[in-house]
Nanobody
Framework: QVHVVESGGGLVQAGGSLRLSCAAS????????MGWYRQAPGKQRESVAA???????MYAVSVKGRFTISRDNAKNTVYLQMNSLKPEDTAVYYC??????????????WGQGTQVTVSS
């Protein structure tokens, strides 16, 4: 069994910063790609940033230059540093991890989400 848990969301003023963390635990053999997604009210879930196991990162155009994704493979953890936050960044942020379990089955696992609210 694999668990993915996000933390670090909250309320911040426009221009401020937040750092999200996401830790995977359980019967993990290895983790491939990890990423952050977000879903605002009335909108579809969208990809924000992703990072490969070797550290190659990719960003949505809307967050490039403001957000930084990183990971610690030893801790099975991925981070999202969010700077210069805007009200349009308000959403529930979800973590995703592509996990291969000890039983050698591979699946995408999602966290429960963490709310980020940016006030103007």
């Amino acid at each position: 069994q694999v668990h993915v848990v996000e933390s670090g969301g909250g309320l911040v003023q426009a221009g401020g910063s937040l750092r999200l963390s996401c830790a995977a635990s359980g019967s993990i053999f290895s983790i491939g790609g990890m990423g952050w997604y977000r879903q605002a009210p009335g909108k579809q879930r969208e990809s924000v940033a992703a990072i490969t196991r070797s550290g190659t990162s990719m960003y949505a155009v809307s967050v490039k230059g403001r957000f930084t994704i990183s990971r610690d493979n030893a801790k099975n953890t991925v981070y999202l540093q969010m700077n210069s936050l805007k009200p349009e960044d308000t959403a529930v942020y979800y973590c995703n991890a592509y996990v291969t379990t000890i039983a050698r089955s591979s699946n995408n696992y999602w966290g429960q989400g963490t709310q980020v609210t940016v006030s103007s």
